[in-house]
């Protein structure tokens, strides 16, 4: 019988178990895989705390519709009735100069397709709105691998990228726009700039043939996130499922690898690594030095999300909106914050208001270190100064994530490319996970479908 080792038990990971399993199951193959997993649970990144009412979540808390894998797979696995999307019309506010601004209606990303909201906004100035206009009629440009700042700064303006782009791109991947490729971590910018020229037309001409769709743009579970993790080791061997099983090493034997663990060896005919980048490189090392350095160039951030829960009738007043994000000139110690009891159903009692915070990211990664008491304190601070929340928290919960958002930097695409050429000469080998072609869980799911497709096929030749 074939053997399969998969390595990491995070959405990547379990997602390639999950459609190995499915697939060798429909072309009658019989195989035997493990998942072998440092910690003593699975998920990865995606952990929920449920507790007195409340649903935490202390990673990622949603994914995108747009991106339609990891809906498919909440249907796949008889999660359709537990999906969830955002509630009506929440608005995302923007710190500008010490005050919250609602971001103009009809802004997608930074992209505004409603004139009226936006000409009425005071958050850009007349100057900046005229810079942004010039999109309609700039012409098509840019370099090889721009970054996202000089992207926006070419096509929409400074002032968009100071107080909208920088902030929101901030509260996604944690990332610097100077640093970030934005043809490896906003594609579809540069797909919208060649087919159509301005990103305004785009994005006006895209939202006109949309079609309606029953799902919010973001979707999750009534129960969080977990309960994807759940269902798919529901659907999983229990045999197959190694935790606190830390792969130390691997080493090339015959036509297959040696996975050398905490716990002892095993031989595999089939290796999936679903590992952040540094560990996989650090892993492969003594089979391609070339590929290990390649994996371990990419560079990753620590970030921080901080849940604190309040009694409603000890607000001042209840905040407005899903929440904000904060420009880095405005200087301040979080990155946004997501009123979570507002944004989505089901998350905290009647009577209760929860928030998520964001620390860290590039521009402050040593934040993510201070001690719990002094995070919820400083957390506090930023809350009172920034929304006027004086209250006592009747709950506070803190998640540090080191090292675990992937960057997309300028030379990422090329940086995937070599690895993809490296892996051609280990056959047998694969790598995913959000370190190579898309951040988020749906993406994950994706790669984890791709490779398992692969390592099929490569099992049935
Ligand atoms: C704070 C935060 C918020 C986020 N918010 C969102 C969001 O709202 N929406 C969204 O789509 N995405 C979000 N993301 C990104 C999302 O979490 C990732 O895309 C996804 O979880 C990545 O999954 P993965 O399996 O690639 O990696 P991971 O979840 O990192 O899994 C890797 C696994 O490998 C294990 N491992 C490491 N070394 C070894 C070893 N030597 N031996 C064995 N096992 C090992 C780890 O313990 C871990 O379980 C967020 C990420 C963070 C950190």
Redesign the pocket.
Known sequence: MKRVVI?????????AAYFLEKGARDRGLDLDYSI????D??????VTERVDGFVI????????SEKPW?LRLCKELGLEGRLIGTREGGETFVLHRGRLHPLPEGFILMVPTKALPFIMSPLISPLGKLRMALDLVLPRGGGEDESLGDFVRRRLGREVLEKIAEPLVAG?H?GDPERMSVRSSFPKFLEMEREHRSLILAMIRRKRRRRPSRYSM?M?LKGG?SELVDAIVKSLDPASIHLE????RIEERGKGYLVR??KGEILADVLIL???AY?SG??LEGIDPGLSEVLRSIPYVS???ISLAFRKRDLEDLPRGFGFVVPKKEGRRIMAATWTSLKFPHRSPEDAFLARC?VGGSRMEDLVFLEDEAMIEMVREELRDIAGIRAEPVLARV?R?PK??PQYTIGHGERVRRIRERLKGHPGLWL????YE???????VR??EEVAGEALQYLSL
Do not use: H, Q, Y
């Open positions: 390595v990491g038990g995070g959405i990547g990971g379990l997602s072998l997993e440092k910690g649970r699975l998920g990865g990144n995606i979540e202390g990673g990622p808390d949603c994914f995108l990891a996604i944690a973001f999750t996130l099983t830390r792969v130390e663990t905490s679903a590992t952040p560990v650090d892993l970030t921080a999300t964001f998640f994530w675990a958002m995913t996970g959000s370190a898309g951040i988020g869980i749906s993406d994950s790669m984890g």
